[in-house]
Structures are given as C-alpha cells and as structure tokens.
C-alpha cells in the first residue's frame, strides 16, 4: 500500500521489479520473530527496506503520512481511505492461531480470554478476507 499523497509525488510500479526504485517501508530484521512474518521476500527478491519500523501499526502510519511504500495487513489499510493498493503482486495470506500452554487451559480467566477472542474474530471475520 501507498498513500494517495506518495503516488501522486512518486507514482507506483507497475511490476515487482520497480518495488526496489521506490521508499520501501518495513520491519526491522532483527525483530522479525518467525520467518512465515518476512514478507518482502514474497514480494520481491529486491526488497530493500529504506524505512524500518518494529511494529505493523507503526508501519500503517509511517504509509499513511506518505513516507513511502508498505506492506500492510489488509485488514488495517481498508481503515485508512487515503491509502491506495500497489497491486503488482499476489496478496500474501496467513493464518492466525491463538496458542496457551495445556497446563493454563483449566483456568476460567483462560478460558474466558479464549472464548472473548475466538468470538470477536468471528463476528468480524470479514475483515480478514
């Protein structure tokens, strides 16, 4: 995603490859926790990162103040009517689990959580797609 502002000043590319000319907004290497969560490489093999932010919200916003190019959680960006697609790749999906310890399942504050999250991500499953 880019904001209106950043395509109107910078345009956008029209293939993956043109990625690398533009402000690339991501996170930072050494945080990413899982490597099912670096996603630039998906995008493409020349992902440089100009910008590095350790958090997705943080990212949105940079995005959103016009600072470059972003890959952003669909669900987020549809929040934010100033951002525009950069539709030169597929879209990237995940799955999202909600993981306790076994020995934490018994207790009713858990269970609580659990059923609380479960539900709400339910109701606004649409979101997600």
Not at 5 to 14: C, D, I, M, T, V
Not at 93 to 120: D, G, N
Request: hydrophobic share 50%; no cysteine; net charge positive.
């Amino acid at each position: 995603f880019a904001s209106r502002a950043y395509a109107e000043a910078n345009g956008l590319p029209r293939t993956a490859a043109e990625l690398g000319r533009h402000t690339l907004i991501g996170y930072v290497p050494d945080l990413i926790v899982s490597p099912s969560l670096d996603y630039a490489a998906e995008f493409s093999a020349d992902w440089r990162t100009s910008f590095a932010i350790s958090s997705a919200l943080g990212q949105a916003e940079a995005v959103r103040s016009g600072a470059g190019i972003g890959i952003l959680h669909t669900f987020v960006a549809r929040s934010m009517p100033e951002l525009v697609a950069v539709d030169v790749v597929a879209p990237i999906r995940r799955a999202y689990w909600l993981v306790y310890h076994e020995s934490v399942r018994p207790l009713r504050r858990v269970q609580i959580v659990a059923s609380f999250i479960t539900k709400a991500v339910e109701r606004e499953r649409g979101l997600f797609l």
